[in-house]
Structures are given as structure tokens and as C-alpha cells.
């Protein structure tokens, strides 16, 4: 099912951004916001190899990681309407999962400044093994690094000094706002 197929209104939710911004906790706000189900893709992934991220990337590889994490997006961005789905920080790497997410889901990027984001590492470097034995001036350069891969989105929301409740209004408020805009029949 492409885009064209489907209404503004029943297209999947997709965020983005780099790792701890905030995508899984603010897209089980949204979903619950707009009365949809909630999709993860690295809790997809756990799911499938039966095991967390960090043994993943030890026992398996980020090689086959990857490879899992194209095959879901790809499998749930086609097959899967009315969804909120968060994407891993590393996914937007892979261009064939860009292109497939800006063409058939609304993307919302969730930006937040390195200032605030250093104060977070503490609570996520245990699950996340991109992370792991970095210092905090090798975090910066992979923070630099990959924010060029979040520009391709639909619409973003800069995330300082709000609290998951008001990021996740502030999405549902302007994805019903674009409803009304392009599709006013509905
Ligand atoms: N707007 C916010 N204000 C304060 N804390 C937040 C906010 N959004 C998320 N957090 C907290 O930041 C931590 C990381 O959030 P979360 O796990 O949702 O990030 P993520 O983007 O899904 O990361 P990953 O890409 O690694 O999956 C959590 O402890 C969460 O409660
Ligand atoms: O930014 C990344 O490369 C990653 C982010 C997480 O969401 C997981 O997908 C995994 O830990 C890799
Ligand atoms: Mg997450």
C-alpha cells in the first residue's frame, strides 16, 4: 500500500531522532492522545531475536541488527495504517528506510540540544551499546554526526523545556491541524 492509497488521516506516525530524545516515551503518548496502537521498532527487534539491544550487538552484530531493523520498518511503514511508530536512533542511517518512511508515513523529527541531552546519558547508556565506552567528547561527535540524517522529515519539534505531555500534544495539535488543512471532508 503506498502512499497514495491512503488518507492523510490513516498514514503511520513515524519519529525519529537521535537515541534518548525521547521517541518511545513521547509515541506512547501520542498513540495514546490520537486512540492508536503503539509500535517500537527496537522493541521489535528484542522481540524477534529474544534477547536486549546490547546482546544483540554482542552475540549477533550491529550487521545483523541493521539488516532486522530495515526488514521491520520496511514490513510495518507498508503493511500497517493508523500506527505511531518510534524508529531506533541509528535507523534513519540506511537510505532505503529514509525513503520509505518520507513516502508513505508523517514523520515528526524530535530535536533536542546537546546541552540537554548530555544530562540523559546516565539513564540510557546501560541499553544502549552505541554508547558504550564512549567519553562524553566522542557522544558529541556522534551527536554532530548524525544530526544531518534527521533533517529529511515531515515536521520536527524541538523538545527543550518540554515535558512528554506538552511534546506529545504539541504533535497530535499539529498533525489535526494538517487534517483539517488537507483533508477538511473527513
Ligand atoms: N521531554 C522529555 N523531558 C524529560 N525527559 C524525557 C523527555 N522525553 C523522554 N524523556 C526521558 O528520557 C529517557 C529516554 O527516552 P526514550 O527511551 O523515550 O528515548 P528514545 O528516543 O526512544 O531512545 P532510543 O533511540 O535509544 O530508543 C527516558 O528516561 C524518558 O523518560
Ligand atoms: O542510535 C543508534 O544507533 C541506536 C539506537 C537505539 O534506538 C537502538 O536502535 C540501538 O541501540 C542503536
Ligand atoms: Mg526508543
Redesign the pocket.
Known sequence: MGMNDLALREMNIVLI?F????????GKAVAKKLYRDFLDI?EEIEKEFQMPTTKIFQEIGEKQFRKKEKETIINLCTNQRLKVI?L??GAFLQEEIRNLCLSNCIVFF?DLSWESWKD?VS??IDS?PVLQGKNSEEMKDLFDERQPIYEDHHSKVL?DN???DE?ASFIVDSLKTAWDIYEPNH
Open positions: 531522532g537515541m534518548g530524545v525521547g521517541k518511545t516515551t513521547i527496537d518510534s531506533g536512533g524530535l540523559r539513564m540510557i544502549r523538545t518540554l515535558d512528554v511534546v
